[in-house]
């Protein structure tokens, strides 16, 4: 065990006492302990403040806020206060701003826009950190390191242009094998020089809703931008471990943020941490999902380093969470493999443009109010659950493929359709799982797909080197395979793959996609499956031959009327569909339902529709989480009849009503 493990569910959150007077401290003191609260992240924004001027650092503020929380038995999340850089660095460089997709050069202002690729920036980012770890790093409250802030944004500055051309040089090693790749014969862009190349934004390669000319270009311009900054998080990360070698050291992610291919970053941070903030109409299988893939960056528990405790400021609605609501989503966090649950923030900004955003604290500064004692009730229910949920794990039989690159690839793609949206795509096939109560793992395509009886890769436009392989392995020693329209198009650098789509997948598959048709959002087709069943289909209508696949839906109407637009092939021991069209809910369900059945998935709890049920196993226990997200009228499924919920200590009754936001938690 490090000196710094962290032993129990962190419950706290982004605490900004920098921004009161001291007064206002004491009083914190008070209520977070009258909240359960036993952890706090500080100084996430206080880079100005420690250091004043290029050559003076101030740390006796800080002090005071470590020595008060350690002083208090708080685990301490220390951020390195580099998500905000100070004015007198911008004024004195201004090449620590960044040049944005219209090819503006940025003066002060605002946060997480520092240039990833500017000397200055990296030089104080990093020397920022190492004094932080030197002064704090042997404090034993300090367990977990939080680098900068939300990462994110792209810059296209002529620095970032000038270690674009390295990156470039590093991947390609000569000129020719750029212009190959990324196909700069088409429209005469060959370069000669690598001094032609220029970043890819509005003043480039870029067009209409930020689509590219030169897709492989800007798809490379996305992995350099997405390794800039995760060489800002290596800077501060290893200035840490110099002082600190306990602590574990992570940065807030975002969920299905586009810009960074968090796969990669999750190989360089110790633990996975995030901020969740779904709107009021984000579906809850949407937020399960985002979860999962959180948990399926290091396929290990995570954090949740940030949620509103009721209401957020910068969405264009932004409704209270009725009561009961924080608590079921915060146990629907742990449910799906968090070990933290904390807040931003802990008391409400008095000014700047997040004095509307909730937090445990109001502006009236009272304990009487609805969402504090919610937060505190919830607090002192993780507290009598001790360590019960740590060192459990989510297990699957499915795993659903994520990828950036084709994220980005599919996105960049000027053609077939402007509605093909890759989260979306992935989110419509996780919701069947998701209302079956079957566990998905979501994995990253170079994945141990051994591990798994079915994967889905929906949209599986990019094949990168060697997937075509593991896949085959994967289906021929018994495993099932669906797959769908826009699968097996390009390369990794978004060169087509020649001689009928779906490329790699064509052998596995069986079938050859002769054309892509895209429908408007007025229009449909329909399908037929062998056994009689009808479906609406839209977006896109592939034109399918079988090549040994079966049908098991074909179109009703067009010129490919009677075409196969759902098949199925065996191949080696195991069996790929491909679906060829975007099916609506029933008809997605209907073939996902026969190949669930036919690799034996089942849900882990027959008969309880309506409501998640979600399994943490930990040494031979297993933890069921029973939520309702949905609509009051629900009940306790019968197997949990007699178990005793271990949040409230009541016993389960048979028939016994489960509310909407209703929470319990059994051990069986
Ligand atoms: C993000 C940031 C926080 C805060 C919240 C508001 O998650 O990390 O600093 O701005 O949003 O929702
Ligand atoms: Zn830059």
Redesign the pocket.
């Known amino acids: 065990m490090s000196a710094k493990e962290i032993t129990r569910i962190l419950y706290g959150g982004?605490y900004n006492p920098n921004q009161w007077p001291r007064e206002i401290w004491d009083e914190d003191m008070r209520f977070f302990k009258d909240a359960h609260i036993n952890s706090a992240t500080i100084n996430?924004?206080s880079w100005a403040k420690i250091q004043p001027e290029e050559d003076r650092y101030e740390f006796a503020e800080l002090d005071d806020i470590v020595e008060m929380l350690s002083k208090e038995g708080y685990d301490i999340v220390l951020a390195t206060a580099t998500?905000a850089l100070p004015a007198w660095m911008a004024r004195k460089y201004p090449e620590v701003e960044r040049t944005d997709y219209q090819g503006m050069h940025h003066k002060y202002g605002h946060?997480h826009n520092a240039c990833p690729n500017s000397p200055v920036f990296r030089k104080y980012s990093k020397k920022l950190a190492s004094k932080l770890a030197e002064r704090y790093g042997k404090n034993p409250h300090i367990k977990c390191w939080h680098i900068s802030?939300?990462y994110g944004g792209t810059c296209y500055c002529e620095n970032c242009e000038r270690a674009f051309r390295v990156w470039l040089q590093k991947k390609y090693g000569t000129i020719e094998a750029v212009n190959k790749a990324w196909n700069t014969e088409f429209w005469g862009h060959t370069f000669y020089d690598w001094d032609e190349i220029v970043a890819p934004n509005a003043l480039g390669e870029g067009m209409w809703d930020e689509r590219s000319a030169f897709a492989g270009m800007s798809i490379d311009y996305k992995r350099f931008n997405s390794d800039s900054l995760l060489q800002n998080y290596k800077d501060e990360r290893d200035a840490i471990r110099q002082y600190d070698k306990d602590a574990v050291i992570t940065t807030?992610l975002?969920g299905t943020y586009k810009e960074l291919d968090y796969f990669k970053w999750a190989k360089e941070m110790d633990v996975i941490s995030w901020?969740n903030?779904p709107s009021y109409n984000t579906p809850w299988s949407r937020t399960a999902m985002t979860h999962d893939l959180m948990r399926g960056l290091k396929d290990k528990p995570f954090m949740l380093?940030?949620q509103?405790p009721s209401q957020?400021?910068?969405q264009p609605y932004n409704s209270l969470k009725k009561p009961g609501q924080m608590r079921a989503q915060s146990y629907q966090t742990i449910a799906h493999g968090a070990n933290t649950i904390q807040f931003?923030?802990l008391r409400r900004s008095v000014g700047g443009c997040?004095k509307f955003?909730g937090a445990v604290i109001s502006h009236a500064g009272t304990e009487d109010t609805r969402v504090f004692r919610e937060v505190a009730q919830l607090g002192a229910e993780l507290e009598q659950l001790g360590d019960t949920v740590l060192k459990s794990r989510n297990e699957a039989q499915v795993g659903i493929v994520f990828d950036w690159d084709n994220y980005w690839g599919l996105e960049y793609a000027s053609g077939p359709s402007v509605d093909l949206k890759y989260v979306d795509q992935i989110h419509s096939y996780y919701e069947y799982f998701y209302n079956h109560n079957i566990p998905v793992n979501m994995i990253p395509v170079d994945a141990d797909f051994e591990r798994y009886k079915v994967i889905v890769a929906p949209v599986l436009y990019m094949i990168k080197d060697g997937m075509k392989e593991a896949l085959e392995q994967f289906v021929r020693n018994g495993g099932t395979l669906i797959t769908t329209y826009m699968s097996g198009i390009v390369g990794e650098s978004d060169n087509v793959y020649l001689g009928g789509y779906p490329g790699p997948l064509r052998a596995m598959t069986g079938v050859w996609v002769e054309e892509i048709d895209a429908l408007a959002p007025e229009q449909y087709n329909e399908v037929l499956t062998g056994d009689g069943n009808k479906y609406r289909c839209n977006l896109v209508c592939e034109r399918i031959h079988l090549e040994g696949a079966t049908a098991l839906a074909s179109y009703t109407e067009d010129f490919y009327a009677g075409e196969p637009a759902v098949t199925k092939n065996s191949f080696g021991n195991g069996v790929v569909y491909y679906i060829g069209t975007q099916l609506d809910r029933e008809g997605k369900a209907d073939i996902l339902a026969r190949a669930c059945n036919e690799a034996d998935i089942t849900s882990i709890v027959e008969g309880a529709e309506g409501l998640e049920i979600v399994k943490r196993t930990k040494e031979g226990k297993e933890l069921y989480f029973i939520m309702n997200f949905e609509q009051d009228g629900k009940k306790i499924p019968d197997v949990f009849v007699g178990c005793t919920d271990l949040l409230t200590g009541k016993v389960l009754e048979k028939e016994m009503p489960v509310h909407k936001y209703d929470t319990y938690l059994v051990e069986k």
């Open positions: 982004d996430v924004f998500g946060r802030n939300e807030n975002m901020d903030y380093m940030e509103t957020q400021n910068w931003f923030q997040e955003h």
